[in-house]
């Protein structure tokens, strides 16, 4: 009698997009689901069968705002001490105009993270360190790189599975179309998935969540 075959493991990427993310959580509550543990909110995505290798979470420093520049390092940290990937981008200094009047103004546009997180996937793939794809986004953008992991599938003799992750509120027809599935992050899910208020963090760092996070 022949043994039986050992099922496979699905190892399983998570790319999350910072900016995508605040945006929908700050259309549920307020700031109060932004103390927001990834890694414990991507294990509860996972299926059966199915083992987290990795969870990569992309954004750039606030600018013009001391106080919101510390939250955001505190919660980066937060997120480092449970193992997640914390990539920078930057925001780029731009001058906006209105064309009625000719009054112009400084504004900010953020770069790099969105071309560092496709990067990151398609370079997984790549690797062969994924089997899975998880994409917590709404940026239309992003088509591209699921676009470059069918290439790199077809060169290599294998199919990633791409899945789509909508942030609260958001939504994007083109990634509908370019993912193998999508669904909607509930607000279940996200209450459930906060870090404590206090984290401990290495050295003896200690990471509180933010009182204008409460």
Same mark, same amino acid.
């Given at each position: 009698?022949?043994?039986?075959?050992?099922?496979?493991?699905?190892?399983?990427?998570?790319?999350?997009?910072?900016?995508?993310?605040?945006?929908?959580?700050?259309? $549920?509550?307020?700031?109060?689901?932004?103390? $927001?543990?990834?890694?414990?909110?991507?294990?509860?995505?996972?299926?059966?069968?199915?083992?987290?290798?990795?969870?990569?979470?992309?954004?750039?420093?606030?600018?013009?705002?001391?106080?919101?520049?510390?939250?955001?390092?505190?919660?980066?940290?937060? @997120?480092?001490?449970?193992?997640?990937?914390?990539? @920078?981008?930057?925001?780029?200094?731009?001058?906006?105009?209105?064309?009625?009047? *000719?009054?112009?103004?400084?504004?900010?546009?953020?770069?790099?993270?969105?071309?560092?997180?496709?990067?990151?996937?398609?370079?997984?793939?790549?690797?062969? +360190?994924?089997?899975?794809? $998880?994409? +917590?986004?709404?940026?239309?953008?992003?088509?591209?790189?699921?676009?470059?992991?069918? =290439? #790199?599938?077809?060169? =290599? *003799?294998?199919?990633?599975?791409?899945?789509?992750?909508?942030?609260?509120?958001?939504?994007?027809?083109?990634?509908? #179309?370019?993912?193998?599935?999508?669904?909607?992050?509930?607000?279940? +899910?996200?209450?459930?998935?906060? $870090?404590?208020?206090?984290?401990?963090? /290495?050295?003896?760092? /200690?990471?509180?969540?933010?009182?204008?996070?409460?």
């Amino acid at each position: 009698m022949r043994d039986s075959p050992v099922p496979q493991t699905v190892r399983v990427g998570v790319y999350v997009d910072g900016f995508n993310l605040y945006y929908g959580l700050r259309s $549920l509550r307020g700031r109060r689901y932004l103390w $927001l543990d990834l890694r414990a909110l991507a294990l509860r995505l996972l299926r059966t069968g199915q083992t987290l290798t990795a969870v990569r979470y992309f954004t750039a420093p606030v600018r013009g705002d001391a106080r919101a520049l510390a939250r955001q390092q505190a919660y980066e940290a937060a @997120l480092e001490s449970q193992g997640v990937d914390v990539v @920078l981008g930057r925001f780029q200094e731009q001058r906006a105009s209105c064309r009625a009047c *000719g009054v112009s103004w400084r504004t900010y546009q953020e770069k790099q993270s969105d071309v560092a997180l496709a990067a990151a996937m398609v370079g997984d793939v790549a690797l062969d +360190l994924v089997d899975m794809v $998880l994409l +917590l986004s709404a940026d239309s953008d992003l088509c591209a790189a699921i676009e470059a992991v069918r =290439r #790199v599938d077809a060169r =290599r *003799g294998g199919k990633t599975r791409v899945v789509t992750v909508f942030p609260p509120g958001r939504r994007s027809d083109g990634l509908r #179309v370019a993912s193998d599935a999508w669904f909607p992050l509930g607000e279940a +899910l996200v209450r459930q998935s906060q $870090l404590p208020e206090l984290v401990p963090g /290495r050295d003896g760092a /200690r990471y509180h969540r933010p009182a204008d996070w409460s």
